[in-house]
């Protein structure tokens, strides 16, 4: 009951999260032990590319962007299962006004979908240059 107090439908709420959220994964690019700042940007702008998409198939079985199935498999956050709407088949007004708390929270999610599926994507392309380089060393 208190985050419902507090977070729904909150904007500065959820302004401060982003922004907290953000600085500490600017303060890992300013550190660049794991990724640095350009490798975030490139990650943001794969994120931004892919969202259309995302949306497009969030009630979807089948998915035909790698970014998207990058997100659904690692489940970072995911919004369709945080509103509760995945595999539903049918909506009817009864449900979708039980669900008025998760719904209501869907501005937070959605800064957390972004900052912790950007930092994904960042981190797997990390992963992967660091990857041929070694085998390319070989």
């Known amino acids: 009951m208190a985050s419902a107090k507090f977070m729904m439908f909150?904007?500065?709420a959820d302004i401060n999260n982003?922004?907290?959220?953000?600085?500490?994964?600017?303060?890992?690019?300013?550190?660049?032990?794991?990724?640095?700042g350009n490798d975030y940007l490139k990650a943001v702008n794969i994120y931004k590319s892919s969202m259309f998409k995302f949306m497009?198939?969030?009630f979807?079985?089948?998915?035909?962007?790698?970014t998207c199935v990058i997100i659904k498999l690692f489940y970072a956050v995911e919004i369709d299962k945080m509103l509760d709407f995945a595999n539903k088949d049918e909506?009817?007004?009864a449900e979708i006004l039980a669900k008025f708390n998760t719904i209501a929270d869907s501005m937070k999610?959605?800064?957390e979908h972004f900052m912790q599926n950007t930092a994904l994507i960042t981190?797997?392309?990390?992963?992967?240059?660091l990857l041929i380089m070694m085998v390319n060393e070989l």
């Open 109 to 111: 999610s959605s800064g």
């Open 60 to 66: 979807s079985d089948t998915i035909n962007d790698l």
């Open 10 to 12: 909150n904007l500065y």
């Open 91 to 93: 909506f009817n007004l």
């Open 56 to 58: 497009r198939d969030i």
């Open 18 to 36: 982003v922004t907290i959220g953000l600085s500490n994964i600017m303060g890992e690019t300013f550190a660049k032990i794991y990724f640095s």
């Open 123 to 129: 981190m797997i392309k990390s992963i992967v240059y």
